[in-house]
């Protein structure tokens, strides 16, 4: 498979915000959403089997290779780019992660069939919004792919974002299929310098108040590594 980068940092986002994780980012993506953070990864990329993809995992994880030690945070994050394009190779890898027993989380738009992904797999899926660029793109069907454990995130630059996914989650009864509802203000994607919520494309405050007026089932979900490192930092 083609993997742009695979390294061992703090989680960013989702419920799992602040654990240790060791992220595998593959290369390639369909899509082209205007904020976008991940664009050195739409190309080039290193092949790799997905046994060399796992002793890479395991050496981040426990690098003194006593996994004992690290048993506590057994946290891995596929990513991209879109992983499920190179779908044939990264469900054995996550079947092959899932053994060796780890936690996998699969971050995916949702636009390519989600159906063949291990159940144990805890899906962050994230649907696009009008002025994402690729609105429209969310594969409904993908709905019955999801389960209890997941999660679904919505990326928003604005109002009318906003209200399309105030009204996703509602027409389609999120609460009762997913175990957490991600409203996250966009980045703008050349932020650099300065940690601070002013690089939101939306006010975190406005999005709060919005959430707080119309009683959403959502969690307001900041990407914690752009208030760590430089929000221009790869590999964190
Ligand atoms: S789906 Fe993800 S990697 Fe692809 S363009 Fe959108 S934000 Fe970037």
Redesign the pocket.
Same mark, same amino acid.
């Given at each position: 498979m083609l993997i742009t980068e695979i390294y061992k940092s703090l989680q960013g986002e989702s419920t799992y915000a602040g654990l240790t994780c060791v992220f595998v980012r593959l290369t390639g993506?369909?899509?082209? %959403?205007t904020? %976008?953070?991940? @664009?050195f &990864?739409?190309y080039g990329g290193k092949k790799m089997p997905v046994d060399e993809v796992l002793a890479e995992v395991d050496k981040l994880h426990a690098p003194t290779g006593n996994r004992q030690l690290a048993t506590v945070n057994c946290l891995v994050e596929i990513t *991209? *780019? @879109?992983p499920m394009l190179q779908e044939r190779e990264v469900v054995p890898l996550m079947e092959r992660l899932i053994s060796a027993g780890y936690t996998i989380l699969l971050e995916t &738009?949702g @636009?390519r069939a989600l159906g063949a992904v291990p159940k144990q797999v805890i899906k962050i899926v994230?649907v696009?919004c009008p002025h &994402?660029g690729?609105a429209e793109t969310f594969a409904i069907e993908n709905l019955k792919a999801l389960g209890p454990h997941d999660e679904l995130k919505f990326?928003l630059s604005d109002r009318a974002d906003y209200e399309f996914a105030r009204d996703f989650v509602r027409e389609h009864q999120l609460s009762e299929r997913v175990h957490a509802i991600l409203f996250s203000p966009a980045f703008r994607k050349d932020a650099s310098g300065a940690r601070d919520a002013s690089h939101c494309l939306l006010n975190p405050a406005e999005l709060a108040q919005w959430i707080l007026a119309d009683n959403v089932p959502a969690r307001l979900s900041m990407q914690l590594h752009k208030f760590i490192w430089d929000p221009a930092a790869k590999g964190v």
């Open positions: 993506c369909n899509l082209r %959403c904020w %976008c953070d991940s @664009e &990864s739409f *991209g *780019g @879109e &738009s @636009e994230d696009k &994402s690729a990326v």
